[in-house]
């Protein structure tokens, strides 16, 4: 069946600019997480979505990122007035229940800042 | 705070041999960890995972152990083969919390 996709695949803006990334997560799977990879480091967590429930935006690094879930399905992550050193690959994962099962992760969209 | 790390940056192994990759986690609360597999330009992909209440895992030509007293997790891979190359990262899930990740290579 169909994993986790993301679009767009890359994306290079200027600094300033607004982007939004999006993920389509795996039909039926309720959590949807976003993470941020930069060059040499680890999963750094930003957001997650469980069904209905509020989402956790503890991980999100300023106010200048955003995140939505439209109907429990497909997401949008918003960054606004994009910096430099918010270059990296962003990474979506979905899973099929709450927090400890397993993420299936999608390829990521990798975002330059020039 | 909190962290999930490896001990190793970079592991590289000879075809055919066993590879360890180790990592150490510092929330003693943690009740389940994975580990996942990232390849060249993909996202990660899982591997295998643990629960706290056991010690041992096998999977195929994989094994991970979990040393709660330390603190510490490994991953075993047996007979190590080129498609093995790949950044392995473990992460405890319960705290959304991963760590940065080992770059295995295989030596033909």
């Known amino acids: 069946g169909a994993g986790v996709s993301q679009s767009p695949s890359n994306k290079v803006t200027e600094k300033g600019k607004d982007v939004e990334l999006r993920c389509d997560p795996i039909?039926?799977?309720?959590?949807l997480y976003w993470y941020r990879q930069s060059l040499g480091q680890g999963l750094e967590f930003l957001i997650y979505?469980?069904?209905?429930?509020?989402?956790?935006k503890s991980g999100l690094p300023s106010d200048r990122f955003s995140a939505e879930r439209t109907g429990g399905s497909v997401s949008t992550l918003t960054i606004q007035r994009t910096q430099q050193e918010d270059s990296a690959v962003y990474l979506c994962?979905?899973?099929?229940?709450?927090?400890?099962?397993?993420?299936?992760f999608g390829p990521g969209t990798r975002l330059t800042v020039t | 705070g909190e962290s999930v790390g490896l001990h190793l940056p970079t592991l590289s192994v000879q075809e055919g041999d066993n590879s360890i990759i180790n990592c150490a986690y510092s929330?003693?609360?943690?009740?389940?960890f994975i580990w996942y597999k990232q390849e060249s330009g993909k996202g990660p992909q899982f591997i295998i995972d643990?629960?706290?209440?056991?010690d041992k895992r096998q999977g195929q030509r994989v094994t991970v152990l979990l040393n709660k007293t330390v603190k510490h997790l490994s991953l075993q891979i047996a007979a190590t083969q080129p498609g093995d190359s790949a950044v392995y990262f473990c992460?405890?899930?319960?705290?959304?919390?991963f760590g940065k990740g080992t770059k295995l290579s295989v030596k033909p």
């Open positions: 979505f469980q069904g209905n429930s509020a989402p956790d």
């Open positions: 643990i629960r706290s209440n056991m």
């Open positions: 994962a979905s899973s099929p229940g709450l927090a400890g099962s397993t993420q299936y």
């Open positions: 929330n003693s609360a943690s009740d389940y």
């Open positions: 992460g405890s899930q319960g705290n959304l919390i």
């Open positions: 039909s039926g799977h309720t959590a």
